[in-house]
């Protein structure tokens, strides 16, 4: 029989205020609301445990943390896959632009990266000529990133930031991180250009393979990941944030062989196989990789238009940053 759990903070999806167990991994609750089917940990862990998770374990290969292996020594990978996502979305931007749907008011794209760890995809950004800022809980991440000359925020809260200050706002494998993401979703809206785009990645759970998957998928990865998207849920959270989406297509990254092992051997919980993920990585170079991801989606938005609100002037981008 399923057990029905009564929510003491309602479903950030529906406001539902009822769930059911689907399993527990990790010695967490993974649950779904009965009205939504919006999947989440339960309970929540507080803001403080959040922030108090992304120390440098997480970006340094701690197997407790389930995180990166090396973020910063793989900081050329990362470039690399960052630059094509740019390249993706800097053609929406044109196409749009060229269908009387966006300006460029004054020739540079002005872009904010939430959960920008150390940097990356703000200093591939740079590279192109976008003026680019990140936003990043983690102390640790913000200290690598400051130390390359990167304007990367350190915070969790969107309130500082100015209206329609951006072009463009990324949040790549971000969402599920949060607590309240919906919430994010309209401070993210509320930042953007009217005309701007709005991508995130995250993982899709209704996906064929997800469910072969089951526990064992990625995605979930208790308490690192908080919520587990399925497309029609993360459709449903960017519209009730006040974002039409303009498309959403399969996620694709460039990476290192022993990262996707390193996430293997730490996110399936059935021991053999973990030891065999851990041989596998010991015996094979750390060749880089290129991976097509049918279960994790990009989702392109842009704020549905409201009154007059594209009437009102642009921020200076250099002086609404909080530092
Ligand atoms: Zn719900």
Same mark, same amino acid.
């Given at each position: ?9 309602? +479903?950030? @999806? +529906? ?5 059911? *167990? ?46 990166? !292996? ?9 470039? =690399?896959?960052?630059?094509? =996502? ?12 060229? $269908? ?11 872009? !904010? ?11 591939? %950004? ?14 640790? $991440? ?24 951006? &072009?463009?706002?990324? @949040?790549?494998? %971000? ?13 993210? +809206? ?62 694709? =990254?460039?990476?290192? @062989?022993?990262?996707? *092992? ?6 399936? &919980? ?10 596998? /990585?010991?015996? !094979? ?5 290129? /991976?097509?991801?049918? &279960? ?19 921020? &200076? ?7």
């Amino acid at each position: 029989m399923t057990e029905t759990i009564t929510l003491t903070e309602p +479903c950030n @999806l +529906c406001d539902g205020s009822q769930a059911r *167990l689907r399993f527990v991994k990790f010695g967490f609750q993974i649950v779904a609301c009965t009205r939504c089917g919006l999947e989440f940990l339960y309970p929540m862990p507080d803001r403080e445990a959040i922030r108090a998770f992304y120390d440098e374990g997480y970006f340094t290969g701690d197997p407790e943390r389930r995180g990166y !292996l090396d973020y910063v020594g793989e900081r050329d990978t990362f470039l =690399k896959s960052f630059s094509e =996502k740019l390249d993706r979305l800097e053609k929406i931007l044109h196409t749009r632009a060229r $269908a009387g749907k966006a300006g460029n008011r004054d020739g540079q794209i002005r872009m !904010l990266d939430i959960g920008a760890a150390a940097g990356w995809c703000v200093e591939a %950004a740079q590279k192109r000529g976008w003026d680019a800022a990140g936003l990043e809980v983690s102390s640790y $991440a913000v200290a690598q990133a400051r130390d390359r000359g990167l304007c990367v925020v350190h915070g969790d809260s969107l309130e500082p930031f100015a209206d329609r200050t951006f &072009d463009v706002i990324t @949040l790549w494998d %971000a969402l599920e991180h949060l607590r309240d993401p919906r919430s994010l979703l309209r401070e993210a +809206c509320r930042m953007l250009a009217p005309d701007g785009v709005l991508a995130f990645s995250t993982g899709d759970v209704g996906h064929f393979w997800s469910r072969l998957q089951g526990r064992q998928h990625r995605i979930y990865n208790p308490p690192q990941h908080l919520f587990y998207f399925s497309r029609t849920s993360m459709t449903r959270m960017a519209i009730a944030s006040g974002l039409r989406v303009l498309r959403i297509e399969p996620d694709e =990254k460039v990476t290192t @062989l022993h990262y996707v *092992l390193h996430i293997a051997r730490n996110l399936v &919980d059935i021991p053999f196989l973990a030891k065999m993920f851990e041989f596998i /990585m010991r015996v !094979l170079p750390d060749w880089r990789v290129r /991976m097509k991801l049918i &279960d994790n989606l990009v989702v392109y938005c842009t704020p549905e238009p409201v009154g007059s609100a594209a009437s009102s002037p642009q921020p &200076d981008v250099a002086t609404s940053y909080p530092r």
